[in-house]
């Protein structure tokens, strides 16, 4: 599978568009279209949840792509070295699929109605704390792990 050349990088953000990477893509650029967009997710939703080879391949993109940046963050010495960064790939696919396949759900657990840039904004923060600081205060949970897994 080849994947597009990367829109954004190339021409900057603040000039690129939804058309544009449309194009990049070789995808409809109707995808700018609000509902289209919502259709060709819940089509590629469905394609996962079936496992196709279309699915497969797919997700696999993305676990490509995504392993591609802790890789990069490792090399320029911005992210922490990972035991498996495939794994840590794979982890971050799953949360954008979780917030792709569970909107409602997860804005009513923030207390909200709708989805929006207020939603977005309330999580940022939470975030990078998360990917900046990490969960604990201290290794004792991974080195049980590591013990626990003998690595």
Do not use: C, W
């Amino acid at each position: 599978m080849t994947r597009p050349p990367r829109t954004s990088p190339r021409d900057g953000f603040q000039k690129t568009n939804l058309r544009a990477i449309a194009a990049t893509a070789g995808v409809s650029a109707g995808l700018s279209n609000p509902e289209e967009y919502r259709l060709q997710l819940r089509y590629m939703l469905r394609a996962i949840e079936e496992d196709t080879p279309a699915a497969a391949a797919f997700v696999n993109a993305l676990v490509d792509e995504s392993e591609e940046i802790p890789q990069a963050g490792i090399a320029d010495g911005t992210v922490r070295p990972s035991a498996d960064v495939r794994a840590l790939a794979v982890l971050s696919v799953l949360n954008s699929v979780a917030a792709l396949t569970m909107p409602l759900a997860l804005v009513r657990a923030l207390g909200y109605e709708r989805f929006g840039p207020h939603v977005l904004r309330r999580l940022a923060l939470p975030t990078l704390e998360l990917y900046t600081h990490g969960l604990y205060t201290d290794a004792a949970a991974l080195k049980a792990a590591r013990a626990t897994l003998e690595i």
